[in-house]
């Protein structure tokens, strides 16, 4: 009470600063709505809380213009900050709820999405005292969800999270980090089948998880661009070989400790490489016909000009049957994938056996450091 006390006093302290420099007078509080949000949207998510509770004129202004807001600096009491804070912010589309302590209950997610049904973003990561009754409140309340991250947060069941994705069909990331209950098989089905636009999916240490929702999620989420998939430590190479088939836009995987892994499932990954080059240059031939302005070297561009498309991040540290042909394979066929100093995109810690594995950057530049010592003879 005494921090808002010392706002509201900043507050004050600056108006009167710009009433004598304006050479005019007035009350602060009769501020233009547009100016008022101005200021604050230079101001910490504190100061406009404490603005809302200024005037009536405030609290409206805070209300219609405030879209997004950040409570994770809370250290006591969020629950009861939560409960009288949903009647005010009625328009937020994005909301963190992260805690270090869990502080959240189930009332107080009821009562935000009972009032804030515009909601598009929500992180409700950590929340250890929440249960499935939140979710359930989430599913009815925030049809436009499209983010949502519940990681660290182990006793939401996996029937809630089936109903919430029957509601919530516009997801396109979900971070389930460690929902060892949450995160089965019969979920990830139900994701596939209700959330087909999901990008973005974590399922670190969900160690339930097996290659009959990974495949299934493979086939539903073709447009899938980051699966985070370490410590699932029951999948093989038959879910990797489902993800390089079907889900061509592909980014990062994540396969820490996804020890089952072996050399089928990389070859399968430098492969598809091939695949996803043929439908993008089919793609692009489509469009240089279609388009009456297009020259003809548009319709001859190569297979394997565009690296833009492919993986960037690969994690296969702890998969200790891979050997290096076959991880090589894949950085051959990903040129973003890197093992030089500063871009470490492809991680291979705890695989001895693959210190050979080089990108191209790596190569180039042994190649560099070896003319210039032959260029040399006398540089010993």
């Not at 010392?6 to 004598?20: E, G, P, R, S, T």
């Not at 999270?161 to 929902?179: A, M, P, Q």
């Not at 596939?192 to 998880?209: I, K, P, R, T």
């Not at 030089?340 to 705890?350: D, E, T, Y």
């Amino acid at each position: 009470m005494v921090e808002g006390v010392v706002i509201a006093q900043d507050l004050d302290m600056c108006f009167q600063k710009l009433v004598m420099v304006g050479g005019g007078g007035g009350n602060w509080k009769d501020l233009p709505m547009e100016l008022l949000l101005r200021i604050l949207s230079l101001a910490d998510d504190r100061t406009v809380i404490v603005a809302s509770g200024v005037c009536t004129g405030w609290r409206d202004a805070v209300s219609l213009g405030l879209v997004s807001l950040n409570i994770s600096w809370c250290k006591n009491n969020m629950n009861n900050l939560l409960l009288s804070l949903a009647p005010k912010f009625t328009k937020l589309q994005t909301l963190s709820l992260r805690q270090n302590t869990p502080q959240l209950e189930d009332n107080s997610i009821e009562a935000i999405v009972s009032w804030c049904h515009e909601l598009a973003d929500l992180d409700l990561s950590k929340s250890l005292k929440l249960t499935d009754s939140s979710l359930y409140a989430v599913a009815h309340g925030c049809p436009l969800l499209t983010k949502l991250n519940i990681s660290g947060c182990p006793t939401f069941g996996d029937a809630a999270l089936v109903y919430l994705t029957s509601f919530c069909k516009n997801l396109k990331s979900l971070n389930l980090c460690g929902c060892v209950k949450a995160a089965s098989d019969r979920a990830l089905q139900a994701i596939a089948y209700n959330c087909s636009q999901m990008q973005y999916l974590n399922l670190g240490w969900c160690d339930s998880v097996t290659d009959a929702g990974v495949t299934s999620l493979a086939f539903g989420c073709p447009d899938l661009r980051s699966l985070d998939l370490c410590g699932c430590v029951l999948i093989t190479d038959e879910s990797v070989i489902a993800l390089a088939s079907k889900c061509i836009h592909l980014r990062s995987l994540g396969l820490y400790y996804c020890q089952n892994i072996t050399d089928k499932a990389m070859y399968s990954l430098a492969n598809s490489r091939s695949k996803s080059s043929i439908v993008k240059h089919d793609n692009d031939l489509w469009e240089s016909v279609k388009s009456s302005s297009s020259t003809s070297s548009n319709s001859g561009r190569s297979r394997y000009e565009n690296d833009e498309e492919g993986l960037e991040k690969l994690n296969i540290s702890q998969c200790t049957a891979l050997t290096p042909p076959a991880v090589q394979a894949v950085c051959d066929s990903f040129p973003s994938l890197h093992t030089c100093a500063g871009r470490h995109s492809l991680i291979i810690s705890g695989c001895l056996n693959l210190t050979s594995v080089h990108c191209l950057c790596a190569l180039q530049a042994r190649r560099v450091a070896g003319s210039n010592l032959s260029s040399h003879p006398h540089a010993h």
